[in-house]
């Protein structure tokens, strides 16, 4: 790892709600870069943040271990089958193999690249497709760590690729599920439908957080006054959790729902509409024949409207 040489002073300033807000529409995967190395204000940015307790803490508390990388051996574009093209730096998401150590890593994580992109750099999380003996090799662990995933970044090879094109949500719905798809009111019987809630906007932004082969693995139902939001997993991937090519370390979908989770947070707040998380025993009927798993709530503060 190098350690940076920018002075503070010459430090991008941290985005705000509202540009993170706009970070949610334009994000997308980026996976061709142009294999510059980061630059220095760039690089401390990161670092600043990788260091900071707030940041890198999840909404339960734990602390999150993300690792940057840099200067990555030629071999590296090897670790990533030929996916993901001439990255000079990458994020190492390190967790434990339990759901709210992922859904925790997802929520940290997914902050920061969204401030990349703020910044204007590209980003792809990677959950396969790339080895993980060649990202070992450079750190140590902890009993029970592991690599959850990695994030390439960099700068686009296509510059205009990852602005002008991404800033039409039009084209990005065009890759997303409608809302009925994975947003119910009351139970799992009722899709959203026309439900009139201030929830909307920030339930229709959070549909474009990224996901394991955009399986959209999330599954949130709003109580009838939408006071509370319950998230839950649904899994479609079990069958390629492994250590072999092309396998997920761990479930992808605990991560699917941190990235989640983080969006509609920062849409919600961007609003004024606040609320907390927490893991609560809801009173809420899972289909028995889907492969779902009830992980958190988010509630709105007392003072936050309906
Ligand atoms: C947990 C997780 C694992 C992912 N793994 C891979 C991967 O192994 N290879 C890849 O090319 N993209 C991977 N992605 C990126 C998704 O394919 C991408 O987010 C999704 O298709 C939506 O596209 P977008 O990010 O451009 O909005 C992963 C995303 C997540 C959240």
Same mark, same amino acid.
């Given at each position: 790892?190098?350690?940076?040489?920018?002075?503070?002073?010459?430090?991008?300033?941290?985005?705000?709600?509202?540009?993170?807000? *706009?970070?949610?529409?334009?994000?997308?995967?980026?996976?061709?870069?142009?294999?510059?190395?980061?630059?220095?204000?760039?690089?401390?940015?990161?670092? $600043?943040?990788?260091?900071?307790?707030?940041? @890198? !803490?999840?909404?339960?508390?734990?602390?999150?271990?993300? *690792?940057? %990388?840099?200067?990555?051996?030629?071999?590296?574009?090897?670790?990533?089958?030929?996916? !993901?093209?001439?990255?000079? +730096?990458?994020?190492?998401?390190?967790?434990?193999?339990?759901?709210?150590?992922?859904?925790? @890593?997802?929520?940290?994580?997914?902050?920061?690249?969204?401030?990349? !992109?703020?910044?204007?750099?590209?980003?792809? #999380?990677?959950?396969?497709?790339?080895?993980?003996?060649?990202?070992?090799?450079?750190?140590?662990?902890?009993?029970?760590?592991?690599?959850?995933?990695?994030?390439?970044?960099?700068?686009?090879?296509?510059?205009?690729?990852?602005?002008? %094109?991404?800033?039409?949500?039009?084209?990005?719905?065009?890759? $997303?599920?409608?809302?009925?798809?994975?947003?119910?009111?009351?139970?799992?019987?009722?899709?959203?439908?026309?439900?009139? !809630?201030?929830?909307?906007?920030?339930?229709?932004?959070?549909?474009?957080?990224?996901?394991? @082969?955009?399986?959209?693995? #999330?599954?949130?139902?709003?109580?009838?006054? +939408?006071?509370?939001?319950?998230?839950?997993?649904?899994?479609?991937?079990?069958?390629?959790?492994? @250590?072999?090519?092309?396998?997920?370390?761990?479930?992808?979908?605990?991560?699917?729902?941190?990235?989640?989770? $983080?969006?509609?947070?920062? +849409?919600?707040?961007?609003?004024?509409?606040?609320?907390? #998380?927490?893991?609560? +025993?809801?009173?809420?009927?899972?289909?028995?024949?889907?492969?779902? *798993?009830?992980?958190?709530? #988010?509630?709105?503060?007392?003072?936050?409207?309906?």
């Amino acid at each position: 790892m190098n350690s940076s040489s920018a002075p503070a002073s010459s430090l991008p300033p941290e985005a705000g709600l509202q540009d993170l807000l *706009e970070a949610l529409h334009v994000r997308r995967s980026i996976r061709t870069y142009d294999g510059q190395p980061l630059r220095p204000a760039h690089q401390a940015f990161i670092e $600043r943040y990788l260091h900071d307790g707030a940041h @890198m !803490t999840g909404p339960f508390g734990r602390r999150v271990r993300i *690792e940057l %990388l840099q200067g990555l051996p030629k071999d590296m574009q090897v670790g990533t089958y030929g996916y !993901t093209k001439y990255f000079d +730096a990458v994020l190492v998401a390190i967790a434990k193999d339990d759901p709210i150590d992922l859904f925790e @890593m997802a929520w940290v994580a997914h902050g920061l690249v969204l401030q990349l !992109t703020h910044l204007r750099l590209g980003t792809v #999380w990677m959950g396969a497709a790339f080895s993980q003996q060649s990202v070992r090799r450079n750190l140590s662990f902890e009993d029970g760590e592991q690599v959850a995933a990695i994030i390439p970044l960099g700068y686009p090879r296509d510059k205009k690729r990852l602005f002008d %094109l991404i800033a039409s949500k039009g084209l990005a719905s065009a890759h $997303r599920k409608p809302l009925d798809f994975s947003c119910f009111v009351g139970s799992f019987e009722r899709p959203l439908g026309d439900e009139q !809630t201030d929830l909307r906007d920030a339930l229709d932004l959070a549909r474009f957080a990224p996901s394991a @082969m955009n399986k959209q693995s #999330w599954r949130v139902v709003l109580n009838e006054d +939408a006071r509370q939001v319950h998230v839950c997993a649904k899994f479609s991937l079990r069958h390629k959790i492994g @250590m072999g090519f092309r396998q997920y370390a761990v479930a992808p979908e605990y991560i699917d729902v941190g990235t989640w989770a $983080r969006s509609f947070d920062i +849409a919600t707040r961007a609003t004024a509409i606040e609320g907390t #998380w927490s893991i609560a +025993a809801p009173d809420l009927a899972l289909p028995q024949d889907e492969d779902l *798993e009830y992980l958190c709530t #988010w509630t709105r503060s007392a003072a936050g409207g309906a």
